[in-house]
């Protein structure tokens, strides 16, 4: 069988579409993928030398009338060109789709040529490619089951399998990973995620915060900073001395993970899902420029108690100050927090997302 998986270009979009290609491969051995990617997510870095790959010419594409967005547009019209050729050549029986403006010419012509067709959406709040798209499919997979209800189609057409995440990610003995940083066991220890798109705000505050404490000596810090700010965060420790290892680029992240007792991140699809497998109760404050996303993976997590969500403009010193104190003080919250996790957490999702794939052949 051959299955064309297509994908935008950011990780978010990556790394479920890698770990689905793997399933696949687990369930139906022989099956031959290729993986449809945008250009520029090239800028990434995610190291794909283990699967096929094609890439296209399309990029982001604004509601604005410039330059830039005709220049965009004569792309997204070449990559539809560059899209039909990979149709034509591969000769898929299925085409899956992780959503994204990417991913749109080919599922098109997919429909076009009467090929089965699946999408998965990340996040609850679908984005407008993917809302467009499953009125079209044959199957649309989702990660929350709230998702149903921001899409206006037939129930019967939505399988809820979760997100599939990075195989490398596994639970570590919380003693062996704080090991691993050479970290104190009797120490609250936060994962403290400031270095993605916008996320620097949270190094400020977190910073700004951490210096007014009142008992700092029962915190312990792993803060991925970002590589734009990694030396000057790690000054900044010093001077209000509070035990860190601090990170420009960290990808172990499954140690980072087992280490912590509670993370303060943002909330995109990725994050959201490695905190519900991990079990990690959560400060978060959404990301202003995907606030509709991010504040909807948000209040799942916040409705099921496992985190405490502070809006971006509301994100200062003394807010946060306040809530690490809560923490500090009362560990046994943390600790019931967890427990708001029992009925988030779909490990096999990878694995659902292939049947669900799979069994397009049989309709």
Request: with cysteine.
């Given at each position: 069988?051959?299955?064309?998986?297509?994908?935008?270009?950011?990780?978010?979009?990556?790394f479920?579409?890698?770990?689905?290609?793997c399933a696949?491969?687990?369930?139906?051995e022989?099956?031959e993928?290729?993986?449809?990617?945008?250009?520029?997510?090239?800028?990434?870095?995610?190291?794909?030398?283990?699967?096929?790959?094609?890439?296209i010419s399309?990029?982001?594409?604004?509601?604005s009338?410039?330059?830039?967005n005709?220049?965009?547009?004569?792309?997204?019209?070449k990559?539809?060109?560059?899209?039909l050729?990979?149709?034509?050549?591969?000769?898929?029986?299925?085409v899956?789709?992780?959503?994204?403006?990417?991913?749109?010419?080919?599922?098109?012509?997919?429909?076009?040529?009467?090929?089965?067709?699946?999408?998965?959406?990340?996040?609850?709040?679908?984005?407008?490619?993917?809302?467009?798209?499953?009125?079209?499919v044959d199957?649309v997979?989702?990660s929350?089951?709230?998702?149903?209800?921001?899409?206006?189609?037939?129930?019967?057409?939505?399988?809820?399998t979760?997100?599939?995440?990075?195989?490398?990610?596994?639970?570590?003995?919380?003693a062996?990973?704080l090991?691993?940083?050479g970290?104190?066991?009797?120490?609250?220890?936060?994962?403290?995620?400031?270095?993605?798109q916008?996320?620097?705000h949270i190094?400020?505050?977190?910073?700004?915060?951490?210096?007014?404490?009142?008992?700092a000596?029962?915190?312990q810090?792993i803060?991925?900073?970002?590589t734009?700010?990694?030396?000057?965060?790690?000054?900044?420790?010093?001077?209000?001395?509070i035990?860190?290892r601090?990170f420009?680029f960290?990808t172990?992240?499954?140690q980072?993970?087992s280490?912590?007792?509670?993370v303060?991140?943002?909330?995109?699809?990725?994050?959201v899902?490695?905190?519900?497998?991990?079990?990690?109760?959560?400060?978060?404050?959404?990301?202003?420029?995907?606030?509709?996303?991010?504040?909807?993976n948000?209040?799942?997590l916040k409705e099921?108690?496992c985190?405490?969500?502070?809006?971006?403009a509301?994100?200062?010193?003394?807010?946060l100050r306040q809530?690490?104190e809560l923490?500090?003080?009362?560990?046994?919250?943390i600790?019931a927090?967890?427990s708001?996790f029992?009925?988030?957490?779909?490990?096999?999702?990878?694995?659902?997302?292939?049947e669900?794939a799979l069994?397009l052949?049989?309709?």
């Open positions: 069988m051959k299955i064309l998986v297509v994908a935008g270009a950011s990780g978010g979009h990556i479920p579409a890698a770990s689905f290609i696949l491969q687990d369930k139906q022989g099956t993928t290729l993986l449809v990617l945008a250009s520029r997510s090239i800028k990434t870095g995610i190291v794909l030398d283990k699967y096929k790959v094609r890439y399309i990029s982001g594409i604004s509601r009338i410039d330059i830039s005709l220049i965009a547009l004569g792309k997204f019209l990559g539809t060109w560059e899209s050729k990979i149709i034509v050549e591969f000769k898929p029986e299925i899956v789709g992780f959503g994204g403006l990417d991913c749109i010419p080919c599922l098109f012509f997919a429909w076009l040529f009467r090929i089965k067709t699946l999408i998965h959406e990340q996040n609850v709040l679908p984005g407008r490619a993917n809302r467009l798209l499953a009125k079209f199957r997979a989702v929350f089951s709230e998702t149903k209800d921001y899409l206006n189609i037939n129930p019967g057409k939505i399988v809820v979760g997100n599939p995440l990075r195989r490398q990610l596994k639970q570590i003995d919380q062996r990973a090991d691993f940083f970290l104190d066991k009797d120490k609250l220890t936060l994962l403290v995620m400031g270095g993605s916008g996320s620097q190094n400020t505050e977190f910073l700004r915060a951490a210096a007014l404490l009142k008992d000596s029962k915190l810090v803060h991925l900073t970002g734009g700010s990694c030396a000057a965060i790690k000054q900044a420790y010093n001077k209000i001395r035990t860190a601090v420009g960290f172990d992240m499954e980072a993970y280490a912590s007792d509670l303060i991140s943002r909330s995109g699809a990725t994050t899902t490695e905190l519900i497998f991990f079990g990690k109760p959560a400060i978060i404050s959404p990301y202003p420029y995907a606030y509709s996303h991010q504040l909807e948000a209040r799942i099921k108690g985190a405490v969500v502070i809006k971006d509301e994100l200062d010193k003394d807010v809530t690490l923490f500090i003080n009362n560990p046994a919250e600790e927090m967890r708001g029992r009925d988030l957490a779909k490990p096999d999702a990878a694995s659902l997302l292939a669900a069994s052949e049989l309709q």
